[in-house]
């Protein structure tokens, strides 16, 4: 597993795919908004999926959902800052889930660790600098354009090559600014400017991303490809709180194929997940150890 420069110990090599636990401080994300909005409950719940065995929390303000507004500096930051403070003095590693450089580094001074940023640094000009003196671990994304735009930017003749080739796209251009390319994860963006059909495909043949040279970071849990899979014979999508089965299926998948780690709503069953693709390499590995 390649190295992520300024990652505590604790998950700096698991010998496994880290579980990043999802705690949404929104009213209105498609998977669990309004659950947390509450700054005691959105804790409590960062809490619970601590128990179950999250590796980091990822704490986002700003709903991404598709056709989404953009939420002020000012809420995002109410909403983001005492959370992470909050699970900070927890001991919990905690990624900041956010576009707007002045709210990563509010994030990153309340004992925030990791930026994740679903523009790959494309929506504010100033998170590039921001992380490159910071030096933080930076989660860069395949992005296209914001959340009341990218459903109509979901064109590609080859998904996997195009995204492959943008991803190394934006590290190229991220290390021009100052960033140590040791601090890049690299995400496929399932669900962003991404047809269900383009979800499978990345899911599919998520080794070609993971051969980047950078660790893979992967996010399917509850999203809407997997409620029209799981759709009865009337067409209605499964509502998100019934997707968790068919993430910790992705979850699977997600490790087997070298992912990094994977960003999921419910923790417990893809904590188990990959623990069992875990056991299954190693013993692959071993093969003089078998019977
Ligand atoms: N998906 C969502 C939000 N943030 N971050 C990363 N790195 N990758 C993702 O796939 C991703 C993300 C949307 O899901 P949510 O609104 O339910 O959290």
Known sequence: MQEVLGLPAVVRDPGRCLVVGVVNV???????????????????????????????LDIGGESTR???GRVDVAEELRRVVPVVTALAAEGA???????????????????????????GGLADPAMPGL???????????????HSDAM???AVYRDVVAEVRVELLGRLDVLVDAGIDPRQIILDPGLG????????????AELDVLADLGRPLLVGASRKRFLGSLLAGPDGVPVPPHRRDDATAATTALAAASGAWAVRVHSVAASADAVRVVAATVAARRRPEESL
């Not at 947390?36 to 065995?53: I, S, T, Y």
């Not at 905690?94 to 679903?118: K, P, Q, Y």
């Not at 962003?192 to 899911?203: D, G, Q, S």
């Open 93 to 119: 590693v905690i990624s900041v889930d956010t576009m707007r450089a002045e709210v990563a580094e509010a994030a990153l001074d309340a004992g925030a660790t990791v930026v994740n940023d679903v523009s």
């Open 192 to 203: 962003f400017a991404k047809t269900p059909e383009h979800n499978w495909r990345l899911l």
């Open 26 to 56: 929104t009213p209105d994300s498609f998977s669990d908004g309004g659950r947390w909005l509450r700054p005691e409950a959105a804790v409590a719940h960062g809490k619970a999926l601590l128990a179950d065995g999250a590796d980091l």
């Open 131 to 145: 992380v490159a003196r910071r030096g933080s671990p930076f989660v860069v994304m395949h992005w296209r354009g």
């Open 151 to 153: 459903d109509s930017r």
């Open 66 to 68: 598709p056709g989404a």
